[in-house]
């Protein structure tokens, strides 16, 4: 840092100023990443003043879709998100489309990290799959499709989602463009959501397929890669039906800390309620059901405060609902079934998609409902 400001005071306003802005920008960045927030918003400003002065547009959209990333670090509120996108709403008009391709993929996927907004996300997508097709970037092709195929998941079409990363796949192998490193990334995507299908056994191929893979893989991003493998690990470990305890508790540890240790909140709340209820899951496997309870409470307290994420308020709602089912506490299950129904359903006529399998879903747990109203009733009946 102390040798880049330096060389900038060798270079000129006048002359130099795309230069400049870029060095600012790069310090930024590397403030935010080795956490020295003090210096931040001098470098940021630094950079935005050049920017705006000598109308720099393309150099505006790289620093504001680059925040996007790092948000977490950067701001507090989501407005600011929303200030950084419309402040270069512009962007599409750029001559560079490589840069308006990348910038549509960074929007996308904060709009679906972030904002739980799947609609949104697939609008900046759809325009970043175009221009990448159009303009052979195959590369970001390969990763725009990837964050298709989770809207696809969040939306609850994990079908889709699987012919869209096979897809992606097929683009990889026949693209020497497209690195081991980021081939690594799309096969991870592929292990999820054949884990959301419940496919475990494709799952596990996958999985296997990426572990040998991640031999040639190098860098700092190797250890993030990882704590994808470790958490899906764990979760094709829980399925099994001589599933080990200690197995399944050392890949959630080991996942969560690397999460942890990267600093990415977008990522990092986003699987550590998803570590919360494979935890839960496993409590309950091995028959400690109030721990499993306390595990999906902290899971549901966690996507309330960092997403407010309808869909997985549900999910949340419905496990900790079957848990107390299964400690005969059917009063209480019924209350946390309501609230289950009342999420899913919100979260459907939020997202506009609501399809049979859904409204199936529904039908099912109002009749779950039903019967254990009777069980209640049943109940008051032998306490009289």
Not at 26 to 39: G, N
Not at 154 to 169: R, T, W
Not at 302 to 327: D, P, Q, T, W
Request: aromatic content about 14%.
């Amino acid at each position: 840092m102390i040798e880049s400001l330096k060389y900038i005071k060798k270079l000129s306003l006048k002359d130099d100023s795309d230069i400049i802005s870029k060095i600012y920008i790069y310090l930024t960045l590397s403030a935010i990443s080795i956490r020295k927030y003090d210096k931040v918003n001098n470098f940021y400003f630094s950079a935005k003043k050049i920017i705006r002065q000598n109308h720099l547009n393309e150099l505006l959209v790289l620093l504001n879709m680059s925040l996007c990333v790092e948000i977490s670090a950067l701001y507090q509120t989501k407005t600011d998100v929303i200030a950084l996108v419309e402040e270069v709403s512009f962007f599409k008009t750029l001559k560079n489309k490589a840069l308006v391709s990348r910038a549509n993929y960074i929007f996308g996927r904060v709009y679906l990290y972030l904002f739980n907004n799947f609609i949104k996300s697939m609008e900046y997508l759809i325009e970043c799959l175009k221009l990448a097709q159009e303009n052979n970037l195959y590369s970001i092709e390969a990763f725009c499709k990837c964050i298709i195929s989770l809207c696809y998941l969040e939306s609850g079409n994990n079908v889709e989602a699987i012919k869209y990363i096979n897809n992606v796949l097929d683009v990889a192998h026949s693209n020497n463009s497209i690195s081991v490193t980021e081939r690594v990334s799309i096969k991870i995507d592929l292990i999820w959501a054949y884990l959301k299908e419940d496919m475990n056994k494709e799952a596990e191929v996958i999985l296997l397929k990426t572990i040998k893979l991640m031999k040639v893989v190098e860098g700092v991003y190797k250890d993030y890669l990882y704590s994808f493998i470790f958490l899906y690990s764990a979760e094709i470990e829980l399925k099994k039906d001589n599933c080990s305890f200690e197995k399944v508790n050392t890949y959630l540890i080991l996942s969560k800390n690397i999460y942890k240790s990267f600093g990415d909140v977008f990522i990092y709340n986003s699987k550590l309620d998803y570590i919360y209820k494979l935890y839960g899951d496993l409590y309950i496997k091995f028959g400690n059901i109030d721990e499993g309870i306390s595990c999906y409470i902290k899971g549901l307290n966690l996507v309330k405060k960092s997403s407010l994420n309808l869909r997985k308020i549900s999910i949340f709602y419905g496990l900790i609902a079957n848990g107390y089912e299964l400690k005969k506490d059917f009063k209480l299950a019924i209350e946390y079934y309501k609230s289950m129904d009342w999420y899913s359903d919100r979260w459907e006529k939020n997202n506009s998609y609501k399809t049979s399998q859904a409204i199936h879903k529904q039908y099912e747990l109002r009749q779950k409902q039903e019967s254990l109203r009777l069980l209640v009733d049943d109940n008051k009946k032998l306490e009289k």
